[in-house]
Every structure is written in structure tokens, then in C-alpha cells.
């Protein structure tokens, strides 16, 4: 079946400038992930979502990032006024159920940003 | 206290030789490990996993060895090929009581490079 999507694969903004980053997780994925790579920073953490529950927004790094999640399915990350340090690779990942199983995190391919 | 070290940073073996990653975590709540494999323009793919109830889990040419009372878990890769070539990630993560999300803390990548 298909795997997590992303959209769109590579990002080119000005700095100062708003970007909308998108996620399709697997069907019946209920738990859905933001990291973000960076090579400074490694893999972090930005955001979870869980069904109906309120996010866990303690990972994101600044108040310029928002996601939200419609209708349990397709997320998207907002990040207002870009920076140059915003550069990175969004990835989104999704997980099967809540509970143990929602370890087994599917990664998409990730959406490169360049802040220029 | 969330950390997860990871080393070497870069490796380089001979085909058919053995790949060794270590990483080590201060999180004593971590209950479950995952390696990651990412090749160049993909996202992270969940590779092996482990839980602390066990020493050593096994597949195929993957093996995770953990150590509990260390804070330490490694990566095996028998017979190395060429095709292993990527970067590997390990990370934890803690069952967060009645709503478990699984945020994955990562180490900082090993990029391997295994010559033929």
C-alpha cells in the first residue's frame, strides 16, 4: 500500500516569507509525527498528533510554527516569516494505533526547505 | 537527560566485514530502541527494534545487542555489502503512561560506507 507523502518534495522561499508543508500519513495511521533534520541538529522532534487529543506541540522551536491536522488525516506545518536556520528536511512519520504499536513510526521522504 | 549519544559519526568497512554502532541514553524511562536506515533523499526506514525485557534480538544480518544496565545498545551488521551504504539513526523512545506517542528521541546518524 502507499507509504507516508509528502508534498511538496523540495522548497525554495525567500526569507521573510510563509510556507505550508504537507503530510498524508498511511491509511488508518492514527498518530502522526513531525521531525525535522538539519545537519546541526539531527532529527527532532516538532510535533504529535493523536486522533481528537490536543497536539503535543513541546518540540517545536519558535511561535513562527504551527500544523494542524484535518479531519485525522493530512497534516500541515505553517512556518511564518522564515529564517535561514529554518533550512531543513521536514519529515513526517505516522503510526498504527495508539498504544505500544505506535513505536513503529513510518517515515515519508521528507520536504526539503531552503531559505534563501 | 534526553539525549541518545551515538558513534562513530562515520565508518568504512570492507565487504563481508562486520559494522559496529554504539549508542548510548540517559532516559531511564526509554523502553523501546529503534535503528533507522536512511539513504540519500529518502526518509529514515525503521530497520530493528528492541525492548529492555531482552539482551539481543536477530534479524537476518541486523542484530541489536543492549545493555541495560549500561544505557547502551549497538547495532550489528553481519556480512556488510555495499548496498548497507547509508546512514543509520538509533533512537528511544518511553510508553508515556494512558496516551502513548512514541516520540522518538534520535542519536546523531553514522554514515556508513561499506566498500566492495
Known amino acids: 500500500g502507499a507509504g507516508v507523502s509528502q508534498s511538496p518534495s523540495n522548497k525554495v522561499t525567500e526569507k521573510g516569507k510563509d510556507v505550508e508543508l504537507r503530510c498524508d500519513p498511511i491509511?488508518?495511521?492514527?498518530?502522526l509525527y513531525w521531525y525535522r533534520q538539519s545537519l546541526g541538529q539531527g532529527l527532532e522532534f516538532l510535533i504529535y498528533?493523536?486522533?481528537?487529543?490536543?497536539?503535543?506541540k513541546s518540540g517545536l522551536p519558535s511561535d513562527r510554527f504551527s500544523a494542524e491536522r484535518t479531519g485525522g488525516s493530512v497534516s500541515t506545518l505553517t512556518i511564518q516569516r522564515t529564517q535561514q536556520e529554518d533550512s531543513a528536511v521536514y519529515l513526517c512519520?505516522?503510526?498504527?494505533?495508539?498504544?505500544?504499536?505506535?513505536?513503529?513510526?513510518?517515515f515519508g521522504p521528507g520536504t526539503r526547505l531552503t531559505v534563501t | 537527560q534526553q539525549q541518545v549519544k551515538q558513534s562513530p559519526q562515520s565508518l568504512i568497512v570492507q565487504k563481508g566485514g562486520i559494522s559496529i554502532i554504539n549508542c548510548a541514553y540517559e532516559?531511564?524511562?526509554?523502553?523501546?530502541f529503534p535503528w533507522y536506515q536512511q539513504f540519500p533523499g529518502k526518509g529514515p526506514a525503521l530497520l530493528i527494534a528492541?525492548?529492555?525485557?531482552?539482551s539481543e534480538k536477530k534479524e537476518g544480518r541486523f542484530t541489536i545487542s543492549f545493555n541495560k544496565s549500561a544505557k547502551q545498545f549497538s547495532l550489528h551488521i553481519m556480512d556488510s555489502q555495499p548496498g548497507d551504504s547509508a546512514t543509520y539513526f538509533c533512537a528511544a523512545s518511553s510508553y508515556a503512561g494512558g496516551t502513548s506517542y512514541g516520540k522518538l528521541t534520535f542519536g546523531q546518524g553514522t554514515i556508513l560506507t561499506v566498500h566492495p
Open positions: 512519520a505516522s503510526s498504527l494505533v495508539p498504544g505500544r504499536f505506535a513505536y513503529e513510526q513510518y
Open positions: 528492541i525492548r529492555p525485557d531482552v
Open positions: 498528533f493523536q486522533g481528537n487529543s490536543a497536539p503535543d
Open positions: 532516559n531511564t524511562a526509554f523502553d523501546y
Open positions: 491509511s488508518g495511521h492514527t498518530a
